[in-house]
Every structure is written in structure tokens, then in C-alpha cells.
């Protein structure tokens, strides 16, 4: 078992603090799909797999006001990248959940995760990992993962003592596991990025 996975409880993160220039600006987890918010259609699937979920978001958070969830902005500034909501998350989680040991986060952007995401994390950390990440079809998605709180004071530190961004060196740091789902035939992390992903997802989601 990792010296990390001490608690059972998971918090659910969604990032949403990007700033979705390629659909034009604005929440792309306020977009509607099928006539309702992506922000909806993610938390069907993943509010039942954690404890409490909590929005990573920036700006007035009353826009969001309908989904009744915490929202957390960003605790380092200047849009610094996924990391700084992952950071946001750990922070928020050790000061306010302190029973809940683990983040799991989930972008703002993709309304087909799996309902077995966190149950397949959970059994890679009890396994021997310190970090979990996702792939799909063999293709990763670092930002979906699984994170121990207790190592909120390291990312702070490669954060803003050693500017670190990218997801993938900070992680090579520590025991990581890659869970992998296939992704036929709907991949269950696709995020809509753009006008188009986000008409695909219409058609996905009226296959059933």
C-alpha cells in the first residue's frame, strides 16, 4: 500500500479555471449539451464516486450559483496552468475536508467520464502508486487523476519556488500508475475544446 493512501475519502475536483479561448471565452462547463450544462452532465457521473465536489474556478463564483458547490479559485495568479487548480484543490481539501485525503479531478469540458474513474484510482494507490492519471485507447490524460493531499506543500513549492507547469514532470516525481479505459465507443475523457468537439458531443450523446 502507498505510504499515502491513509484515508478513504476522496474530494472531487473540476477544473474549470481555463480561460477557453478556443470556444471564444467564458465557462465552457456552462455550455449547453442535450439542454443542459456540460457542468450538469459531470456531475451525474461524478459527484456519486466522491465525497464532496468541488468547483476550481475563477472570477464571480455566483455564476454557478444553481449547482450549490463550493468554487475555488485558483490560489497561485496568473493562470498558470492545470497544476494551479490541482494545487487549489489539494489547499482547499486540507483546510476544509480534512477527513478526506485524496483529490480526484476531472476537466470542466468532458461530460462522458467513467463511473468507475475513482474506484479504479482508489485500487492503484492501495496498490503501491502515489499519483494516478488517466489514459484512453493508450493515450494520457494527465490532468484526470488521483492526488494526496499531503503532498500540497511539495506542488506548492514546484510551483512558485521552481515555476514548474507542465503536469507530466512534476508527476514523474513520485510512484505514478496510469489506469487506462478504452476509448470505443465513446471516449469516455473527451472534452470539447472547440464549437466542433462540442457538436460531436451532441452526436455522442444521442447514440445513448
Known amino acids: 500500500m502507498s505510504a499515502l493512501a491513509g484515508g ?12 477557453a479561448t478556443r470556444m471564444g471565452g467564458g465557462d465552457k462547463c456552462l455550455l449547453p449539451l442535450a439542454g443542459r450544462p ?18 476550481n474556478a475563477n472570477g464571480d463564483a455566483a455564476r454557478f450559483a444553481a449547482f450549490g ?3 475555488a479559485g ?10 494551479a487548480g490541482v494545487l487549489t484543490g489539494l489547499e482547499w481539501a486540507r483546510d476544509h475536508a480534512p477527513g478526506l485525503a485524496w483529490v480526484a479531478t476531472v476537466p470542466g469540458d468532458g461530460p462522458f467520464l467513467p463511473l468507475d474513474l475513482v474506484a479504479r484510482f482508489r485500487a492503484a494507490a492501495d496498490a503501491g502508486a502515489e ?6 485507447g493508450g493515450n494520457s490524460n494527465p490532468v484526470i487523476g488521483l492526488w494526496p493531499v ?10 512558485v519556488e521552481e515555476g514548474l507547469r507542465k503536469v507530466d514532470r512534476w508527476t514523474a516525481r513520485y510512484r505514478l500508475a496510469t489506469v487506462d479505459w478504452p476509448d470505443r465507443p465513446v471516449d ?9 468537439d462540442l457538436a460531436e458531443a451532441e452526436r455522442l450523446l444521442a447514440l445513448g
Request: proline share 9%.
Open 8 to 19: 478513504t475519502g476522496v474530494l472531487g475536483l473540476i477544473l474549470g479555471g481555463g480561460q
Open 38 to 55: 456540460i457542468l450538469a452532465h459531470i456531475l451525474d457521473r461524478f459527484a456519486p464516486q466522491v465525497a464532496r465536489v468541488v468547483l
Open 69 to 71: 458547490l463550493p468554487v
Open 74 to 83: 485558483d490560489v497561485i495568479e496568473g493562470y498558470p496552468g492545470p497544476l
Open 131 to 136: 499519483l494516478v492519471a488517466a489514459s484512453s
Open 150 to 159: 499531503a503532498l500540497a506543500g511539495d506542488l506548492r513549492r514546484a510551483l
Open 188 to 196: 469516455p475523457f473527451f472534452n470539447a475544446n472547440t464549437p466542433e
